[in-house]
């Protein structure tokens, strides 16, 4: 009795810490939940044993009210928002309409079976099947993370899964409850208008609870808009409103789930802009903190309860014709609306994608909550049901957890073998993707871009304004993030530089340094990366270890595995060389959603490079253009002053324009605009002003230029002039030094603080 | 759908456009509602640094590439028509085309899209992708950590499989060959939406 409560209960904490570090190879092949299962199940039975009762199950109240917010909280704010709104059309098929196919198709199955008479004698009728056809039909989100988790599938096909599991919760509930109210009506008195009432109940709690989730977003925004000077407790008002929003809704019997989600998406954004970066931090893993305890929790908990005899009722017939019904269903339901979807889909889904979200439509804790909350006086077979929708999840999530992989690793290889892709085919390939980016770009066609453009154009004017604080909406400008992290990363590897060759004095020479970056950080490079190296490349020494370095893995299902047979000839290097190296542009961008990483895109430095790369390259041609050189592109800068001159980030005060012939200047791309959507909010063009190295370059070309003169008059130019013309001042660059140097060499003594330079189109 | 009209008529010889580049009316004035947006100074015609204007595109590899694509040689400017006629390049392939080869291509055919991104490559328009070309691109394309022999090697081993003639360079028919199996149509189209 006391006994195995007062184990369990020093057990349960210290368990939500082991299972995170369950052995990754363990959880590679089986699935953590499956795991989580079994341990549940052993210490069911010790529990069981000690007690001869079960008296830890999981309650719909613990569940419903303590456990699961956390899990949705987290996936609502984790959410990568532009690919789940762009897939909305579709995940909103298959949520609502694919849920209610699944809980017809099975309800009425299973009464057609019953009336067939295959499952014997059960006291049950018509409705209470629908009933419990709609609570089984829902794909769960706590099984579809923990089982995808493991399986790296591209993220379209996530994001449908996903997507589907929350937005499926508006016509569970209601399902359940009208069916639950007919139940208690009775049969006789259904009618037509009760029907009806049932459908727009539908539209009022799925509706109803995304606002209320809307609503406490709002007030999120708001909150951390004020926070300025409370920021360490920051953190707790997310929390603390996310659960307020999820209370809300149930109290209002709304969607409590759709609620939290959306609350969790539309804040996201606004309340990362806002709040310290260090409480953005916190928010990220205490986030991920509690939801991990309590999947942890209710996996665990789902086995427990399933040690206790007294609620097992078992029925072959029922029990072997649901689970053939839940997933043969789910197969057909899923085929029939990606059918559908296809027509209207720019990027089709392909058929392995079908076959992975039917089977990823996996059953768990919510199917087993709602059951649980069935009242025995009305449903007679409560147990029957209960049994079965144990046994469901059992399955679901760990047979199917546990073959999702080798399901998908096997489809994929039936692919890949047919052809293998030329080297010209490789970079043809990621040659088109990168031209249909750029040209959507260029036409301003992007799916559903009008829509799109719109809500971009009104969130930064209205949005904004209204849920950010001021300094964060000046800094959220994208390319300018990125710079100030190049600069700061820069100015970290500098000082590093600088300190292992024993002092920074070489900075402050201020003679010509003639300091070849690029040798030096090759050198240091080569360190890091010894074998990848020329000398290592020939055909006997295939460096594979190197090469194989720590990439995710993702099955990605239009790339191909690299054949083995390949490896013996030199090919393989070129072919691991693309495959490594490619920049993977914007279509293919990796969201691993996970629930024990906490990943920073990596995509950033792929663009910081490219942008770099582009910007190098433009200032170059412009140079040359000027100097007669070649009659290459004339990229000029232009500065069109509408009325934002104070929207320069960075807080570009004028009383640094102490001329400062060497030393601290630091110039930064800089784009004076709210958004990356910057040309359709009647954008500024872009402000461009580029990198110098103060120590580095010729002295002559800094004499020349007089910085602060500039930006003093450029605050008086008309709005509309094209080209800025300084009488006084040409601006000559002589021996850019700088540009010949390899990224990221342009590197600043000491000061982070960025000053800008306009440099003046000469004409 | 008064708008269109409206709009339509204030573009030149649109009928001939939309003949030559099967666009729809809708799309035509979807087009030239964003060169509009791009044409800031509202001169009809789009220079480089209008499409600078468009942030993603720096964060495009090929982002210059396909800007100065636009562009053909010696011309520092763009009109709406030119836009439209590079931007039909993209639209996906009509199915019921009857093949009749006395006619010229239509822009968005196979052959066509294959030349856009033939020239892509071949800066210095001499009907060949040199091996100089080649790495150009590469070298956009690969990250930052690629070294120059790594660099070279994938070029000739590139430049190897698909170059028949064995001239170190691959002209338009070897690009063609080397692509065959590759669904151009489905790789370089994007919808154009009404």
Not at chain 1, 373 to 399: A, C, R
Request: a neutral charge; proline letters at 4%; aromatic letters at 10%.
């Amino acid at each position: 009795g006391n006994g195995a409560q007062s184990v369990l209960r020093r057990w349960l904490p210290l368990l939500d810490q082991e299972m995170v570090e369950l052995n990754h190879s363990l959880t590679s092949v089986i699935p953590e939940s499956a795991l989580l299962i079994l341990i549940g199940w052993i210490l069911g039975g010790i529990i069981y044993g000690a007690d001869k009762m079960q008296t830890f199950t999981l309650t719909p109240t613990v569940f419903f009210f303590y456990l699961l917010p956390q899990v949705i909280l987290d996936a609502g704010y984790f959410m990568p928002n532009k690919l789940f709104f762009s897939n909305m059309g579709a995940i909103l098929v298959y949520a609502v309409i694919g849920t209610c196919w699944n809980a017809a198709t099975v309800g009425l199955g299973l009464w057609g079976c019953w009336l067939g008479g295959a499952m014997g004698d059960i006291d049950i009728g018509l409705l209470q099947f629908l009933l419990f056809g709609s609570l089984i039909a829902a794909v769960d989100p706590v099984a579809v993370i923990a089982v995808f988790e493991e399986v790296h599938v591209n993220e379209v096909l996530f994001i449908m899964v996903f997507g589907e599991s929350l937005l499926n919760d508006g016509v569970t509930v209601v399902l359940f409850n009208v069916f639950d109210a007919f139940v208690s009506l009775g049969g006789a008195e259904i009618d037509a208008v009760e029907i009806i009432k049932g459908i727009i109940s539908f539209f009022v709690v799925a509706f109803g609870g995304s606002l209320v989730g809307i609503i406490f977003a709002l007030l999120i925004s708001l909150l951390t808009r004020c926070t300025k000077n409370i920021q360490i407790i920051e953190p707790g008002f997310i929390f603390i409103l996310g659960y307020l929003s999820y209370l809300t809704a149930e109290m209002l019997s709304l969607s409590a789930i759709l609620s939290i989600v959306f609350c969790g998406i539309c804040c996201q954004k606004y309340i990362n802009a806002n709040m310290d970066e260090r409480s953005v931090t916190t928010v990220r893993h205490v986030m991920k903190v509690f939801a991990n305890g309590s999947e942890t929790i209710i996996f665990v908990f789902l086995g427990i309860s399933a040690i206790d005899p007294d609620i097992w009722v078992w029925n072959t017939g029922f029990i072997l014709l649901t689970l053939l019904f839940i997933f043969v269903f789910r197969f057909i339901g899923v085929f029939l609306l990606t059918w559908i979807l296809n027509k209207y889909r720019l990027v089709p889904l392909e058929f392995i994608d079908q076959v992975v979200m039917s089977y990823g439509g996996l059953r768990g804790a919510v199917a087993y909550g709602l059951v649980a909350m069935l009242d025995e006086k009305k449903f007679k077979e409560k147990n029957l049901m209960v049994s079965t929708t144990l046994i469901v999840v059992y399955f679901t999530v760990m047979l199917q957890g546990i073959t999702m992989k080798p399901l998908v690793t096997w489809l994929k290889v039936k692919r890949a073998a047919v052809t293998e892709l030329t080297l010209a085919e490789k970079i043809q390939n990621r040659t088109f993707d990168h031209m249909l980016v750029a040209i959507e770009d260029i036409s301003g066609q992007i799916g559903h871009n009008y829509m799109r453009d719109r809500w971009h154009n009104f969130e930064e004017r209205w949005l904004c304004w209204f849920l950010m604080k001021p300094s964060a909406r000046k800094s959220r400008d994208y390319i300018f993030n990125i710079f100030h992290q190049l600069n700061l990363k820069d100015a970290i590897s500098y000082v590093k530089e600088g300190e292992r060759r024993g002092s920074l004095a070489f900075v402050r020479n201020e003679t010509k340094a003639d300091v070849d970056f690029n040798k030096k950080f090759r050198a240091n490079f080569s360190e890091i990366m010894p074998d990848i190296m020329a000398e290592n490349m020939g055909p006997d020494h295939v460096p594979l270890s190197s090469i194989l370095q720590d990439i995710v893995p993702s099955v990605c299902l239009d790339m191909h595995e690299l054949d083995l047979k390949m490896r013996e000839s030199e090919d393989f290097n070129a072919h691991h060389l693309l495959q490594q190296h490619l920049y993977r542009g914007r279509k293919q961008h990796r969201h691993r959603y996970s629930r024990s990483h906490l990943e920073t895109n990596k995509d950033e430095n792929e663009v910081q490079e490219i942008f770099q790369r582009t910007m190098r390259s433009r200032l170059e041609s412009f140079k040359s253009a000027k100097m007669g050189v070649a009659p290459a592109k004339k990229i000029q800068t232009k500065h069109q002053k509408k009325d934002k001159p104070q929207k320069m980030p960075n807080g570009n005060s004028t009383d640094k324009s102490k001329n400062h012939p060497y030393g601290d200047k630091d110039l930064e791309f800089s784009e004076g605009d709210c958004g990356s959507g910057g040309e359709a909010a009647g954008g500024l063009f872009p402000m461009r002003a580029y990198r110098v190295e103060a120590g580095i370059v010729n002295p002559a070309f800094m004499a020349e230029m007089d910085p602060m003169d500039n930006m003093q008059q450029m605050q008086q130019i008309p709005h509309n002039v094209g080209h800025l013309t300084l009488p006084s001042k040409s601006m000559v660059i002589s021996d850019p030094v700088y540009l010949t140097k390899p990224i990221p060499q342009t590197i600043q003594a000491l000061t982070v603080q960025s000053h800008f330079i306009w440099i003046v189109p000469y004409r | 759908m008064g708008s269109t009209n409206s709009t339509l008529s204030r573009i030149p010889n649109v009928e001939e456009l939309m003949q030559e580049t099967g666009f729809t009316p809708a799309h035509i004035v979807r087009l030239y509602d964003r060169f509009e947006a791009l044409d800031k100074e509202k001169t009809g015609h789009l220079r480089p640094q209008d499409f600078g204007a468009i942030n993603r595109l720096a964060m495009n590899p090929i982002g210059d590439r396909i800007i100065g694509s636009f562009f053909s040689t010696g011309q520092e400017t763009v009109d709406f028509h030119s836009f439209v006629r590079i931007l039909a390049h993209f639209r996906p392939a009509d199915k019921n085309r009857p093949k009749d080869p006395s006619m010229p291509q239509p822009v968005n055919s196979r052959t066509s899209k294959l030349k856009f991104a033939f020239q892509l490559y071949d800066q210095d328009k001499d009907g060949k992708i040199s091996r100089a070309e080649l790495l150009q691109v590469l070298r956009s394309m690969l990250e930052m950590q690629v070294t120059e022999e790594q660099l070279e090697s994938i070029a000739d081993r590139t430049i190897q499989e698909a170059d028949l003639d064995k001239d170190d360079a691959i002209s338009f028919e070897e690009f063609r060959k080397s692509l065959e199996k590759v669904n151009i149509d489905h790789k370089m189209s994007i919808r154009f939406l009404r």
